[in-house]
């Protein structure tokens, strides 16, 4: 594979990343909640495996995320006008984010309730 080709890739995903970011108040959240569950991480000192959980559960809700913004600005740019088929896969592609959010929020619950309880009693 070409170096540069794989250079320019690089900047094509950071720019997606960049723009998401910008734009999407949603992912704005999803990293606020990824900076909380690292602080939570740092304070009640997450062995290895459950590093591995927390980071694979941001991963997965920001993967959601951004395919859900790529769904719906697709959406929007072949069918601008509503359309029942148009509003469902925008539904479901939200829907596949809410599930990841849900198991993220969930997987933190089983993860740092436990941890923080013990630091508090």
Not at 2 to 19: D, L
Not at 47 to 68: D, T
Request: aromatic share 8%; with cysteine.
């Amino acid at each position: 594979m070409n170096a540069k080709k794989g250079g320019i890739g690089f900047r094509h995903a950071f720019a997606g990343i960049s723009a998401i970011i910008k734009s999407e108040r949603n992912f704005k959240i999803h990293v606020g909640c990824a900076m909380v569950a690292i602080l939570l991480g740092v304070v009640t000192e997450l062995s290895r495996l459950e590093w591995i959980v927390v980071i694979f559960a941001i991963a997965i809700v920001m993967q959601a995320e951004i395919l859900n913004t790529a769904i719906e600005k697709t959406i929007d740019y072949i069918k601008p006008e509503y359309h029942p088929a148009a509003k469902l896969i925008k539904d479901l592609s939200a829907g596949a984010v809410l599930v990841a959010s849900l198991g993220a929020f969930i997987s933190g619950i089983i993860l740092f309730i436990p941890k923080l309880l013990e630091m508090l009693f």
